[in-house]
């Protein structure tokens, strides 16, 4: 059940339950032709004997000798059409030479189906419509790809033909969701008293943690608007203007380098409030996803959400976006291991590094080549090896425990081992020993892909979490430069503030992210709205008076106003809308994406544009250099 939407996945039939489209015209058209009066998944018992005419897809046509099936479809559900023989010819000799995907127009009476011919799966399954009339509106060559609930085609194929891709059931399904959420979402805020306001497109370009869409000005030759990234100044301004409650459906544009699952367009929901402190960002936050699961799924969320602090995920999942629908916790072991003689663990803890391992119960029967794909999954993420442990029924010598280390072991480590594990037999006990970022990315990873093996997480589950007290700065590890963690408007812990001349990355900001099935939703903070705040920041990021007056002088005077505290949250509706679907990808949940490179393949975009427009604005191409290299 998708909202007011109900869809049987094996006839591919949506019906939309709570006002079902009565599309009610009478008469003809501008062409002679009849117009719809029913859309195809409406039509049940009740309406037999009515005369209809319905207008759609050919979604299949059989002939069983004689009589002629056609399985029509719409956006809200197939119907079937039967032409039966005898009387008119014409009309038989029409539906025979229809075709997949040709568009037409039939016109007849409903009947009750044959007992034995009725269709439980179906929700339109008791009824056909005993054709008339057909008329033609248009003809289709062969789609490229299967028009059902699974093509089987490769997804560049279906993103050329974005606009066949469309008519398939789930995704149709996912741009009804979106609808829904959409209007959840609304009437949501609508009732907290928020106002939907639009911030511009085209607008400054300001660091905030990606690199800026640039579009050329024509009349203002030499210079460029930016697309936003996200709505983050305007929606700050608007607070400054008294607009107290805030919210846009935005769209935002990041010119990042690809990535799997990102799109360099997407959509957020930006949310903005005043006089407000973490805790109502989160009351709000859970009480608008409550409503959204509960209108749009009929899913009851379990108020309030875990809250758990950015050192503390790491320490217990490896991520700062931890999935809790499943344990398999990473465990501390730099203790049990402290005195060992094994030079792996010993050079590691001398090196200031961590050991850490999970307990992946039951699978100590992993073969050879399961470990050794588990081993590469490890290395992939800079860990520089797995250490192993099967644990086995025998004790004695071994301590229970089967690796190629265990002869470099102490019984004390071994015993220690296994206590703080929490082994028994048959498990499986993976560790990774080195520099901090790589064990816990590493071990993280490793979890996910244990979960997935064992089946560890129940479909339909939706568990939240807020994941809070981020690091304000982060150092580069190649320029030792400072960089905001989140974006340079966060707010920090006024307790914190002498780290500025000491040691910024031990300022904690007030920064927080939700999280939902291990996902990153979104990202907040309260707001920085004190002038001399945010200069501080602004300094410790590398900016001289000078950048700081040039990019964000109109904010710094803004602040001189009147400045009321303030803070907000903006979770990706594109990836909200994929989990709650259960499809895998964000693409399928966007009407005409872009390839994890950027590109539209069905359009062609990005593409070369003719030298008169290029004089227009003032700009001459040149070749990079590695392309000049190329030539040469």
């Not at 511009?200 to 990234?229: N, W």
């Not at 964000?586 to 975009?605: E, H, N, Q, Y």
Request: hydrophobic letters at 35%; aromatic letters at 10%.
């Amino acid at each position: 059940m998708f909202g007011s939407f109900e869809y049987n996945p094996e006839e591919h039939n949506i019906v939309k339950i709570d006002q079902k489209a009565k599309v009610e015209r009478v008469g003809l058209n501008a062409e002679g032709i009849a117009k719809r009066t029913h859309t195809c998944g409406e039509l049940r018992a009740s309406h037999v004997g009515k005369a209809v005419t319905l207008e759609g897809w050919v979604h299949r046509r059989r002939d069983h000798g004689g009589v002629i099936f056609i399985d029509l479809r719409d956006r809200y559900g197939l119907m079937q059409v039967v032409f039966r023989p005898g009387g008119n010819a014409d009309l038989q000799d029409r539906a025979r030479r229809l075709r997949n995907e040709y568009v037409i127009s039939v016109r007849g009476i409903i009947r009750h189906r044959p007992e034995d011919m009725v269709n439980p799966n179906m929700v339109t399954g008791e009824v056909e419509l005993e054709a008339q009339q057909v008329t033609l509106l248009s003809e289709s060559k062969s789609p490229p790809f299967l028009i059902d609930e699974e093509s089987g085609a490769l997804e560049d194929l279906r993103l050329k033909y974005r606009y066949l891709d469309l008519r398939r059931p789930p995704l149709q399904r996912a741009l009804q969701l979106r609808h829904e959420v959409y209007q959840a979402i609304r009437k949501y805020l609508n009732e907290k008293l928020f106002l939907e306001i639009d911030t511009p497109i085209l607008t400054k370009s300001t660091p905030e943690g990606a690199r800026d869409y640039l579009v050329p000005s024509r009349t203002y030759r030499g210079k460029f608007y930016a697309l936003p990234q996200s709505p983050q100044i305007y929606k700050q301004l608007l607070m400054l203007a008294g607009l107290d409650r805030y919210y846009q459906i935005a769209r935002c544009f990041r010119d990042e380098d690809p990535r799997a699952d990102r799109q360099p367009e997407f959509t957020q929901i930006d949310i903005e409030m005043s006089f407000v402190d973490e805790e109502d960002i989160y009351n709000l936050t859970e009480g608008l996803f409550k409503h959204v699961f509960a209108e749009v799924l009929d899913v009851s969320l379990k108020v309030p959400f875990l809250r758990i602090d950015y050192w503390d995920a790491l320490s217990r999942y490896g991520t700062d976006k931890p999935d809790i629908r499943f344990g398999l916790e990473l465990v501390d072991l730099n203790d049990v291991f402290s005195e060992s003689h094994f030079q792996v663990f010993s050079k590691v803890l001398e090196a200031g590094g961590q050991i850490k391992g999970i307990n992946a119960v039951g699978c100590g029967s992993y073969s050879r080549k399961e470990m050794d794909q588990l081993a590469e999954i490890a290395k992939s993420f800079c860990a520089p090896g797995l250490i192993s442990f099967k644990v086995t029924a025998e004790e004695a010598a071994e301590g229970g425990l089967q690796s190629s280390v265990t002869k470099f072991l102490s019984p004390e480590e071994k015993t220690g081992l296994c206590e703080r594990m929490k082994a028994q037999e048959g498990d499986l006990l993976l560790i990774v020993a080195g520099a901090q970022r790589a064990v816990a990315e590493s071990l993280g990873q490793l979890r996910l892909e244990i979960a997935r093996r064992q089946k560890l997480i129940e479909p339909g589950q939706f568990h939240f979490c807020w994941v809070y007290n981020f690091p304000l700065f982060s150092r580069n590890p190649d320029t030792g430069q400072m960089e905001s963690e989140h974006h340079p408007f966060t707010g920090f812990r006024e307790e914190d503030i002498d780290f500025f001349e000491t040691d910024p990355t031990k300022i904690r900001s007030r920064a927080y992210d939700i999280v939902l099935n291990g996902v990153e939703l979104g990202s907040g903070s309260i707001r920085i709205y004190r002038k001399d705040h945010q200069k501080k920041v602004f300094e410790a990021l590398g900016l001289d008076q000078d950048q700081i007056q040039r990019r964000f002088g109109f904010l710094l005077e803004a602040f001189d106003y009147g400045a009321p505290p303030h803070g907000g949250i903006a979770p990706g509706l594109d990836r909200l809308i994929m989990i709650m679907s259960g499809l895998g990808s964000i693409r399928d949940v966007i009407a005409f994406p872009k390839t994890t490179t950027g590109a539209s393949l069905m359009s062609g975009a990005p593409t070369t544009v003719d030298e008169s427009q290029l004089q227009d604005l003032g700009i001459a191409l040149r070749p990079r250099k590695r392309d000049r290299e190329v030539e040469a």
